[in-house]
């Protein structure tokens, strides 16, 4: 059995959206096999009824704060899904505003066959194959080790200022990153896959991470290096992950020809754009996987 992780944030529309993509996971895997940890990030408790045959809800104790730091509640809410994945083969996590087109787990399941790969997904390239930067995170990573934040909150934008939690893991988690991997290396966040090994070894402490500005991925990242584990990108055409920060990373079309099972991001302005481009892809997908091989495909 492997894990799913659903971080399910505050938006009205994310509920209609995690009921999609739950929707196309039991299309194109079985349910048998998936067991579903979804975040729950909304203000009040919400009842997520999916009828999946495993499922737990994670809501962190930042939520529940008067003046949420929501990057801090994200990566809180997802280290500690992870936490509650240990013991599962792997473990993959999706955002809302992804989307699942073909069946991905073998794939998945063949890459962690080898032991010191810890996370899969976009890392060093892109699918259109440019090459990713993460260089943008290195001035925020050296001073994530801060004893005080700092935020403006409210209409008025008070300041806010805190004391942090214990900084020493966080820097023997950079030290031993950066001896291991580039600065700020991780995997792009809509949607990733991390290892039995990852969920074993690494520090999944969600509290020295609060106020470091730090997203989950990037976290998620230093982790896996600090625990000698190494990344690597499936983005290839016939590999799982299609991912771009906004919008598709290609036209519908080229990702269905492409035969990548997980595609980022479908978000729309509107609630029944993003409907009508995951029936477009679902139909795409079905068309090109159902179409005669060509005698040079045939060998």
Do not use: N
Not at 54 to 74: G, K, M, N
Not at 132 to 153: H, M, N
Not at 255 to 281: F, M, N, Q, T
């Amino acid at each position: 059995m492997f894990g799913v992780v659903i971080p399910v944030g505050p938006d009205p529309r994310e509920p209609s959206r995690l009921r999609a993509l739950v929707e196309e996971l039991g299309r194109h895997e079985h349910r048998s096999e998936m067991r579903l940890i979804l975040i729950d990030d909304g203000p009040l408790p919400r009842d997520f009824d999916l009828g999946w045959p495993s499922l737990t809800v994670v809501r962190t104790v930042l939520r529940r704060e008067r003046r949420p730091d929501l990057l801090s509640a994200h990566v809180a809410g997802t280290l500690e899904a992870l936490s509650g994945a240990r013991g599962l083969e792997f473990a993959l996590k999706l955002d809302t505003d992804a989307a699942v087109i073909r069946p991905f787990s073998t794939v998945i399941r063949a890459a962690f066959a080898e032991p010191r790969l810890g996370v899969v997904g976009s890392y060093d390239r892109m699918s259109s194959g440019a090459l990713r930067d993460w260089t943008t995170w290195k001035r925020r990573i050296d001073q994530a080790d801060r004893r005080w934040s700092a935020r403006r909150v409210g209409v008025g934008m008070r300041l806010y200022r805190h004391r942090r939690s214990d900084r020493s893991l966080v820097r023997r988690v950079r030290a031993e990153a950066y001896r291991a991997a580039p600065p700020g290396a991780h995997c792009l966040g809509g949607a990733y896959a991390v290892s039995a090994a990852f969920l074993a070894s690494a520090q999944l402490a969600w509290r020295p991470w609060v106020g470091t500005g730090l997203g989950e991925d990037v976290v998620v990242g230093l982790l896996a290096s600090s625990a000698g584990l190494q990344m690597r990108s499936l983005t290839a055409p016939g590999e799982p992950f299609a991912l771009a920060w906004r919008g598709l990373p290609a036209p519908p079309a080229e990702l269905a020809a492409g035969g990548y099972s997980i595609v980022h991001s479908i978000k729309r302005p509107v609630e029944a754009d993003e409907d009508a481009l995951r029936h477009e892809l679902q139909s795409l997908v079905s068309a090109c996987d159902s179409a005669p091989a060509s005698p040079v495909e045939r060998g």
